[in-house]
């Protein structure tokens, strides 16, 4: 049996959910209804983001690379990181980790390619919505990106990290969060929406709007991590 090593933490609540759902996942895959090897190293949020903070592009890659050297020292096969915002240092981090990495963005987009969706809205934290990793990414297949506009970028990012990775998850966060995304759909012409922040699904999981998808990138990551843990 393959182990997946899971770099969490950032933010706790998000950590849970990849727990339970890659179990979830893998129980319906496994008629003898085994459960999945797992190893968590949860790391200190408000350390990596003061270093997103202060653009310590360096120390967040040494930081994350001292992090999958323990899971790789607790015998993980693979790893991953539970949390779209660090994946700005994914192509140095899989250059120098020891044992193989899954990214979530590269999972999402092959996901945006099955569904065909072809012009797509970018949500998560201000450095993922002005990062360059996404859309780097995405443009392989001929996807294009479209990021809220500044005052949504506030809004969103400030809700994400005073809300939504403690764990706080109110209504009216929800509706305005709700209310950007119809704004896209009327102003950019999306057909459907990434949710590049693992706390995002938290809080719209199984939200339906008419002609917009939701890409759910904890449950798209997951399905890439039970792929792997029984290949």
């Given at each position: 049996m393959?182990?997946?090593?899971?770099?969490?933490g950032?933010?706790?609540?998000?950590?849970?959910?990849?727990?339970?759902?890659?179990?979830?996942?893998?129980?319906?895959?496994?008629?003898?209804?085994?459960?999945?090897?797992?190893?968590?190293?949860?790391?200190?949020?408000?350390?990596?983001?003061?270093?997103?903070?202060g653009?310590?592009?360096?120390?967040?890659?040494?930081?994350l690379?001292?992090?999958?050297q323990?899971?790789?020292?607790?015998?993980?096969?693979?790893?991953?990181i539970?949390?779209?915002t660090?994946?700005?240092?994914f192509?140095?981090?899989?250059?120098?980790?020891?044992?193989?990495l899954?990214?979530?963005?590269?999972?999402?987009?092959?996901?945006?390619?099955?569904?065909?969706?072809?012009?797509?809205?970018?949500?998560?934290?201000?450095?993922?919505?002005?990062?360059?990793?996404?859309?780097?990414?995405?443009?392989r297949?001929?996807?294009h990106l479209?990021?809220?506009?500044?005052?949504?970028?506030e809004?969103?990012?400030?809700?994400?990290f005073?809300?939504?990775v403690?764990?706080?998850?109110?209504?009216?966060?929800?509706?305005?969060l709700?209310?950007?995304?119809?704004?896209?759909?009327?102003?950019d012409?999306?057909g459907?929406?990434?949710?590049?922040?693992?706390?995002?699904?938290?809080?719209?999981?199984?939200?339906?709007?008419p002609?917009?998808?939701?890409?759910?990138?904890?449950?798209?990551h997951?399905?890439?991590?039970?792929?792997?843990l029984?290949?």
């Open positions: 393959k182990t997946v090593g899971i770099i969490g950032i933010g706790p609540e998000s950590t849970i959910d990849y727990y339970r759902a890659i179990i979830a996942a893998y129980c319906e895959q496994r008629p003898d209804r085994s459960n999945p090897s797992i190893i968590i190293n949860s790391i200190d949020l408000d350390k990596l983001r003061e270093m997103f903070e653009n310590q592009h360096q120390a967040i890659v040494d930081y690379s001292a992090e999958l323990r899971l790789a020292a607790a015998k993980a096969d693979f790893a991953v539970s949390a779209n660090p994946h700005l240092v192509d140095e981090l899989r250059k120098q980790s020891p044992i193989p899954i990214s979530i963005v590269e999972a999402a987009c092959d996901a945006a390619k099955a569904a065909r969706l072809t012009k797509l809205g970018l949500l998560g934290t201000r450095f993922t919505m002005q990062g360059r990793f996404y859309p780097d990414v995405f443009s297949e001929s996807i479209v990021a809220p506009n500044a005052d949504e970028q809004y969103i990012h400030e809700k994400y005073e809300e939504l403690k764990g706080v998850f109110l209504p009216e966060t929800r509706e305005r709700l209310a950007i995304i119809d704004r896209m759909k009327e102003r012409d999306i459907g929406v990434i949710l590049a922040g693992t706390e995002l699904p938290l809080i719209l999981r199984g939200t339906a709007i002609g917009v998808s939701l890409l759910d990138t904890t449950q798209i997951v399905q890439a991590i039970v792929k792997e029984l290949a």
